[in-house]
């Protein structure tokens, strides 16, 4: 899969790889690296206003997961810096989980309110667009509690 997921960000950059953008873009679709990788798809409802989905997806040695997660998102851009804007937000997720113990398997569906706290830049004069968060969740199932380790890098390509 990870291989699919650089192919596809190298396939995206050489293809438009000519163009430039603004500080300011509509739609971007990426990658996102961190505890758990997957795609991201941003897109302003707002010159201010945005929503993000995310496509997590891991298959580890004891367990893989599958969730799909949709924030809004508030951007708020910083003086004297061109391009670059913080963000806040708000969203939910939904999921599979599949666990592999022994010769046992235990499969559950995963739910979160999830909030963001983060940085949005768009590189001058080309089509990339990078975002590092923190995403928090309050897991409701399987299990109830707070995951606090979602720090993530999203890379877009912007459309």
């Known amino acids: 899969m990870?291989?699919?997921?650089?192919?596809f960000v190298t396939a995206v950059l050489i293809l438009f790889s000519a163009s430039s953008v603004n500080a300011q873009y509509r739609n971007a679709l990426?990658?996102?690296?961190?505890?758990?990788?997957?795609?991201?798809?941003?897109t302003f409802i707002?010159?201010?206003?945005?929503?993000?989905?995310?496509?997590?997806?891991?298959n580890g040695r004891n367990d893989n997961h599958f969730?799909?997660?949709?924030?809004?998102?508030?951007?708020?851009?910083?003086?004297?810096?061109?391009g670059l804007k913080w963000y806040y937000g708000a969203g939910a997720s939904i999921g599979?989980?599949?666990?592999?113990?022994d010769n046992d398997r235990d499969d559950d569906v995963y739910l979160s309110v999830d909030g963001v706290l983060g940085l949005d830049y768009v590189?001058?004069?080309?089509?990339?667009?990078?975002?590092?968060d923190w995403k928090?969740?309050?897991?409701?199932?399987?299990?109830?509690?707070?995951?606090?380790?979602?720090?993530?890098?999203?890379?877009?390509?912007?459309?």
């Open 2 to 7: 990870r291989k699919f997921i650089l192919s």
């Open 30 to 42: 990426g990658v996102r690296l961190g505890d758990a990788y997957g795609l991201t798809y941003k």
């Open 46 to 58: 707002q010159s201010d206003k945005a929503l993000d989905f995310i496509l997590n997806f891991r």
């Open 67 to 82: 969730i799909l997660t949709g924030l809004y998102e508030v951007h708020n851009p910083i003086n004297g810096a061109a």
């Open 96 to 101: 599979s989980l599949h666990y592999k113990n």
């Open 123 to 132: 590189i001058p004069n080309s089509p990339l667009n990078l975002s590092l």
């Open 136 to 159: 928090p969740a309050l897991v409701l199932t399987p299990y109830s509690g707070f995951y606090e380790r979602g720090v993530g890098l999203s890379i877009r390509i912007i459309l």
